[in-house]
């Protein structure tokens, strides 16, 4: 078995790069260590690793965008497993494995040997997802979010706080869409965001739909409609902790295999933390899956915390 440790230095803390070349030293288990220079480097080094033909276990050593390059470049593939060291500020998907998922996976022989399942992935306009695809005004934020980092003296923090404030106070909630889901056809209407989750988590702690499992082979989407400026600050807490349910009048929820929207004007879509910009969006359930491996006793079923009421 091979293993291969695909680190992004830009990932997390200055310090977090040498704390894991630290561990890495001491891991008993041969192994191979990659270090990525430029967005796409890990999808490649991925690439490169399947193509050799031998079992092999990836590790995505960074944030989500790490891991989702990874994902991309492995799946579909059943000599390749993947998993994420977090080194990211995020890793939101990991957060399925509970509120210790951070210890469990730095304890990397345990990793090393630990067992593997066959996870879902989302396919959105040909980008593999695992974890969360959304589109509306959460996503606008998050994708401002990477202008503001560039500011002097702006923490991530601060950067998050200023794509809130500008998108909420000044571009406004709702955009017109018009989105298709099973039985719900919403025709050119102001919408507030769409979320399709095959994980639990994103946007640095939102967990939506907190029964959503990643091997279930179901998509959960929520459809928010337009919500005034009060409405949206009354219920954005609910929201980001998967009470869904208790607002049947504002959101639409639809469990199934796949979703199409579209609008007048490009939509910013952000699959894993990664933008998309179109016009028009198929995200459904792929074809694929990819082999995702973790320490054992580690667990993603729903925790007490997760469950919506």
Same mark, same amino acid.
């Given at each position: 078995?091979?293993?291969?440790?695909?680190?992004?230095?830009?990932?997390?803390?200055r310090?977090s790069?040498?704390?894991?070349?630290?561990?890495l030293?001491?891991?008993?288990?041969?192994h191979?260590?990659?270090y990525?220079?430029?967005?796409?480097?890990?999808?490649?080094?991925?690439e490169?690793?399947?193509?050799?033909?031998g079992?092999v276990?990836?590790?995505?050593c960074?944030g989500?965008?790490?891991?989702n390059?990874?994902?991309?470049?492995?799946?579909?593939?059943?000599?390749?497993?993947?998993?994420?060291?977090p080194?990211?500020t995020?890793?939101?998907?990991?957060?399925?494995?509970?509120?210790?998922?951070r210890?469990?996976?730095?304890?990397?022989?345990?990793l090393a040997?630990?067992?593997?399942?066959?996870?879902? !992935?989302?396919? +959105? =306009? #040909? %980008?593999?997802?695992?974890?969360?695809?959304?589109?509306?005004?959460? $996503?606008?934020?998050?994708?401002?979010?990477?202008?503001?980092?560039?500011?002097?003296?702006?923490?991530?923090?601060?950067?998050?706080v200023?794509?809130?404030?500008?998108?909420?106070?000044?571009k406004?909630?709702a955009?017109?869409?018009?989105?298709?889901?099973?039985?719900?056809?919403?025709?050119?209407?102001?919408a507030?965001? !769409?979320?399709v +989750? =095959? #994980? %639990?988590?994103?946007?640095?702690?939102?967990?939506?739909?907190?029964? $959503?499992?990643?091997d279930?082979?179901v998509?959960?989407?929520l459809?928010?409609r337009?919500?005034s400026?009060?409405?949206?600050?009354?219920?954005v807490g609910?929201?980001?902790?998967?009470?869904?349910?208790?607002?049947?009048?504002?959101?639409?929820?639809?469990?199934g295999?796949?979703?199409?929207?579209?609008?007048?004007?490009?939509?910013?879509?952000?699959v894993?933390g990664?933008?998309?910009?179109d016009?028009?969006?198929?995200?459904?359930?792929?074809?694929?899956?990819?082999?995702?491996?973790y320490?054992?006793?580690?667990?993603?079923?729903?925790?007490g915390?997760?469950?919506?009421?």
């Amino acid at each position: 078995m091979r293993h291969l440790f695909i680190i992004n230095p830009a990932a997390g803390k200055r310090e977090s790069t040498p704390q894991l070349e630290a561990l890495l030293d001491k891991l008993s288990v041969p192994h191979e260590v990659m270090y990525t220079e430029k967005e796409g480097d890990a999808r490649r080094f991925t690439e490169e690793a399947v193509r050799s033909g031998g079992p092999v276990r990836i590790y995505a050593c960074g944030g989500d965008g790490t891991l989702n390059e990874v994902v991309n470049g492995a799946a579909g593939c059943d000599h390749a497993a993947v998993t994420n060291v977090p080194k990211g500020t995020g890793n939101d998907f990991l957060k399925i494995f509970g509120p210790v998922y951070r210890s469990l996976f730095y304890d990397l022989e345990a990793l090393a040997v630990g067992p593997q399942t066959p996870f879902d !992935l989302i396919d +959105c =306009n #040909g %980008r593999l997802g695992i974890d969360v695809v959304c589109a509306g005004v959460d $996503a606008r934020i998050a994708a401002d979010v990477y202008r503001y980092k560039d500011w002097q003296f702006v923490s991530g923090m601060g950067a998050y706080v200023l794509a809130l404030l500008e998108n909420i106070f000044f571009k406004g909630i709702a955009r017109p869409m018009s989105v298709h889901m099973g039985d719900i056809h919403w025709e050119d209407r102001p919408a507030s965001l !769409l979320c399709v +989750c =095959n #994980g %639990r988590y994103y946007g640095g702690g939102f967990m939506p739909v907190g029964e $959503a499992m990643p091997d279930d082979g179901v998509l959960d989407m929520l459809l928010v409609r337009k919500v005034s400026l009060f409405t949206f600050l009354r219920l954005v807490g609910r929201y980001a902790k998967g009470l869904y349910k208790q607002f049947p009048e504002l959101i639409l929820d639809y469990h199934g295999q796949g979703v199409s929207f579209s609008a007048g004007e490009p939509i910013t879509v952000v699959v894993d933390g990664e933008v998309m910009q179109d016009t028009a969006f198929t995200v459904r359930l792929s074809e694929k899956k990819v082999n995702f491996f973790y320490p054992a006793g580690a667990g993603y079923q729903v925790f007490g915390a997760d469950k919506t009421s």
